[in-house]
C-alpha cells in the first residue's frame, strides 16, 4: 500500500543531511552541498536536474528525493522553510492490494516507448524523468520549445533513457502524425502515449477574447483529441497500447477565473468516454485511462496569460510535478478507468457529484481570492498563449515549499461507487427526515381536529 522510491547504494544525501542534524550543525544548502560534494542548482529551477534517483556521485545534483526522505526530526531548509517529519510520499489505493514496490502489470514492456506532449516543462518535463529512471524509457519529446525540448533530452540521457526532440503545436495534426511515424522509425512501436500539453488563460469569462477562447480550446483539447487519434492509428494495428490522459478534477467541476480551460478539460472527458465505450464495444486491448490532478506546482502560473490585477498561484493545496510523474507512471503499468489524485481533487469531484449548489456558492466565495497572491501581477510580461516563453521551462514553479504528501485515491471507478452510496444514504436519510415530518404534520393535523370537533358540537347544541 505504500511506494517508497528506491534508493541507490552508498551513503546518500539525507543520510549526510540526517549526521547534520544529529551533529547540531548548519543543515543550509551550502553547508551540505561541501559536505556531499554536490552542485544544487539554479534555485530558480530547484531540483529539475536530478529529480528521481538519490545519488551519491559528487557529479551530480542532488535529487527531490531528498526533499521528502523521512527523517528522524525536522530540519530547516536554507529558505527558512520546514521539512515535515514523515515526508515519504505514499499513493494509498484502498481499492488494489500492491506490493509495496508497487510492481509494474505483466505485460507492460521493461524498456518502453513512450510519447509525451508537453514534455518541455511542468508534470509532462517530470513525467519524462519519471519514465527515464525508473524504466529507461524511450521517450518521444513533444512541445513548442526545442530549446527547451534539448534540455530534457540531456536530463532523460543521464537518468538511463533515451530521448527524441520533436518540436511541434500539438494544434497541428499533420505535425504529430509525422512526430509518431519518427518515434517508431527511431525506437520502435509506441507502447504509451501521454497527453500533458496545455494552456490556459486567467480572467473572468466577460474579460476572455473569442480570440483566447479559441486558443485554449486548440490546445487543451484538440490538441488533445488529436494526440489520441494519433496514437490510436498506431496502436490499433498491433491491438495493444496505452494511451494517458492527464486530466484534472476541473474537468469535473469548474471553477472561476479558468472558464476557458474549464470547458476544454470537460471537452476532453466526454472524447475520452466516447473512445473507452468505442474500444469496450471492438474487444480492443487498447488500454485507456485518464489522470485527474490537484493543484500542481507548474510554470503555467509565471506564463499562462491573466487579465487579473495580482499575480495567479494554484488553489488549496499544492502538490509538486515529481509525486504526479511518479502517480502517472504507475497509472501508465497499472491502467484504470480513471484515477484521482489527492484528497482535494477527490473531494472536488465527489462534492460537485452530491451537492453542486453548494460547491457553486462555497467557490464564490474562495474561488477568486484563492487563485490570487498578494503580488501585482506586470503588465505586458510574456506569455506562453501563443508562442513558449524562453528562459522559464522547468518541471516547478514557485510554490515548492511547504512539501504536501500525495495520496493516489480510489480509482474513479471505486470512487464513484463510494460516492453513489453516500447519495443513497444521503438520499435515505432525508426520505426518513421528510417521512417523519409528514407523519408529525398529520399527527399534529389530527389532534388539532379532535380538540377541535368538541367545541364544534357545542356549538351547534342550542
Known sequence: MTWIWPRAKGPSRCDIENQIIDKGESTSPSATDRRCGLIRPDPIAPLDHGLFQDW??????PPFFCLIHQFERSGTAGDGSRWSKGGVCRFLASHIEQDPAMPSSSDFPSLPVICITGASAGVGRATALAFAADRHASIGLIARSADALDEVKREVERLG???LVLPLDVVDAGALEDAADRVE?????????????????????RS????ELKRVTEVTYLGSA????????RMRKRDRGTILQVGSALAYRSIPLQSAYCGAKHAVQGFIDS????????????RLTAVHLPAVNTPQFEWARSHMRYRARPMGTVFQPEDIARAILHAAENPRREYWLGGPAMLAILGNLLAPGFIDRHLSATAIDGQLTDECEKPGRPDNLYHPVDGLHRARGRFGMPHNNLHLSASGGSARAIAMVAGVLLAGGLGYAMRNLALQARTGERRETASADPRRRQANIP
Do not use: C, K
Open 56 to 61: 551519491a556521485a559528487p557529479d551530480r545534483v
Open 161 to 163: 533513457g533515451r530521448a
Open 185 to 205: 522509425e527511431v525506437f520502435g512501436p509506441i507502447d504509451v502515449w501521454i497527453n500533458a500539453a496545455m494552456v490556459t488563460v486567467f480572467g473572468p469569462v
Open 208 to 211: 476572455v477574447t473569442p480570440e
Open 226 to 233: 488529436y494526440a489520441i487519434q494519433t496514437a490510436l492509428r
Open 275 to 286: 473512445l473507452r465505450s468505442e474500444l469496450l464495444h471492438e474487444g480492443s486491448r487498447i
